[in-house]
């Protein structure tokens, strides 16, 4: 995904003289070519990351369009205030890109983990938010994002779904489930392909989105009422819960249940290990999203 992100930017950058991208020392190589094309469009502040988004505000107040790059922890965690302020507070827009998901630098340690990166950014007004399952949505996300003058979250994974799916901000419907199924799964992002084997052989209807904000409510309310049965399991590859009150928004006018899969809120896992211990330690593997699918429609 990174590869997707960065050979899209490159090209961009060819046809639209407002991008420019911001860098903190990560992945500054793949934009080497792109800083000698384009002076002072390819900035590196090393490791200043508060200094990187105020620099992003500043150059969207020029009306250039800046492209933020780093590490989740370091995009969205500590920089929090300037994103609040610089660019929320000014109603500016950035596309900010990060690499590292919750935990696919497992080796490196906690300081490398972001798993409430999204749940942070959802605290903020304006925000649209891309969850790309594969390279192909990937560039897909940045050729929406870039043209404009919002503010962009794209949040690249280390794991990916075997396919892409056509860009959508909306739920698109993967596996549909009989009218009288047990309920509607939402997968985000790279959850994709685990859950559908996880849940092969129940009747759900298993629902796919890339886009987490805005929610595609009225698409859920929609689902649900086709399955005939407001039974919804959500399985997000960040925070346990991010998307909980817009599933209970969507549903509001409806009695329901819900349950969510994601990485715990009420434990850390300090052990290093690999990406897939901390799935298989989350539950968010392939046994462990389909154990939670069997114990809550299966009821």
């Known amino acids: 995904m990174r590869e997707a992100f960065a050979a899209a930017v490159n090209e961009e950058m060819e046809n639209d003289p407002r991008i420019a991208v911001v860098l903190a020392v990560i992945s500054a190589g793949m934009f080497r070519r792109a800083a000698v094309r384009h002076p002072g469009r390819v900035i590196d502040l090393g490791i200043r990351e508060q200094a990187m988004i105020g620099t992003a505000g500043g150059l ?22 300037q994103i609040k302020l610089d660019l929320g507070h000014q109603d500016v827009g950035a596309v900010l890109v990060s690499v590292g998901g919750s935990y696919d630098a497992a080796a490196a ?3 490398h983990q972001a798993p409430g990166d999204v749940a942070l950014i959802d605290t903020l007004p304006g925000w649209t938010v891309h969850v790309p399952g594969h390279a192909d949505e990937v560039r897909d996300a940045l050729r929406d994002a870039l043209p404009g003058d ?17 860009f959508s901000r909306g739920l698109t419907v993967v596996r549909p489930g009989s009218t009288r199924s047990a309920g509607v799964v939402v997968a985000v992002g790279p959850m994709l392909d685990r859950t559908l084997e996880a849940t092969a052989d129940l009747d759900v209807t298993v629902a796919y989105t890339a886009t987490v904000r805005p929610f595609d409510r009225a698409g859920l309310n929609a689902l649900v009422a086709a399955a005939g049965n407001a039974d919804v399991m959500l399985v997000e590859p ?23 899969l994601g990485v715990p809120r009420d434990t850390e896992l300090r052990a290093y290990g690999t990406p897939a211990d901390h799935a298989r330690a989350h539950g968010l593997d392939t046994p462990g999203i389909a154990r939670a699918a069997r114990d809550f429609f299966l009821v």
């Open 60 to 81: 969207a107040l020029t009306g250039m369009r800046p492209v933020v790059h780093t590490y989740a922890p370091f995009l969205v965690e500590r920089p929090f205030e």
């Open 109 to 111: 340690g906690r300081t």
């Open 150 to 166: 919002d503010r962009v979250y794209i949040r690249l994974d280390g794991s990916a779904n075997r396919a892409p799916l056509p």
């Open 238 to 260: 960040y925070l346990r819960g991010t998307s909980a009150h817009e599933v209970s928004e969507a549903l509001a006018d409806r009695r329901h249940r819900q349950l969510s």
